[in-house]
């Protein structure tokens, strides 16, 4: 197997996409490998998010993810082991690319907001690390 990248949270990029704008309304477009700097395997949302929840916390040792609100907001917390970086997202023409191996804590949702997210694999139960302490050795281990 060959050995993973080391990515940190400037590596984590918020991507404008295109907004289109019309009378009756707005359009924006996500293209597969386009936009998205991965092909994209997985789509899924939240939604109805109670008041003071948090979501994520865990990183991915393969799977990359863009993150878009595409309604209300949200804030995602990165984390690399060494850096943590807030990203607001509230605009669903704003999307954040968030590379492999990178903690992330999705919190401080509005009422009705909607969290879409691309994901570039299927899901894995093993390629989750879902305990800090464990993603610290991980990242430990990578960096050697």
């Known amino acids: 197997m060959n050995r993973p990248t080391r990515y940190t949270v400037d590596d984590c990029k918020v991507i404008n996409l295109t907004k289109y704008t019309r009378p009756n309304g707005n359009l924006t477009v996500v293209e597969n490998n386009h936009i998205t700097p991965f092909d994209v395997k997985r789509v899924y949302y939240l939604y109805d998010v109670p008041a003071g ?3 994520g916390g865990h990183a991915h040792k393969q799977l ?38 990178i903690w992330r804590e999705l919190e401080n949702f509005s ?4 969290c879409l997210v691309l994901a570039s694999e299927h899901y894995d139960e093993d390629d989750y690390i879902r305990q800090y302490d464990q993603f610290v050795e991980y990242i430990k281990e990578v960096e050697q």
Request: avoid cysteine; charge should be positive.
């Open 53 to 55: 929840a948090e979501r």
């Open 111 to 114: 009422s009705g907001a909607v």
């Open 64 to 101: 990359q993810q863009f993150v878009i609100a595409v309604s209300g907001s949200f804030d995602v917390v990165i984390d690399d082991g060494n850096k943590r970086r807030k990203v607001s997202l509230n605009r669903p023409f704003r999307g954040l690319h968030i590379r492999q191996g």
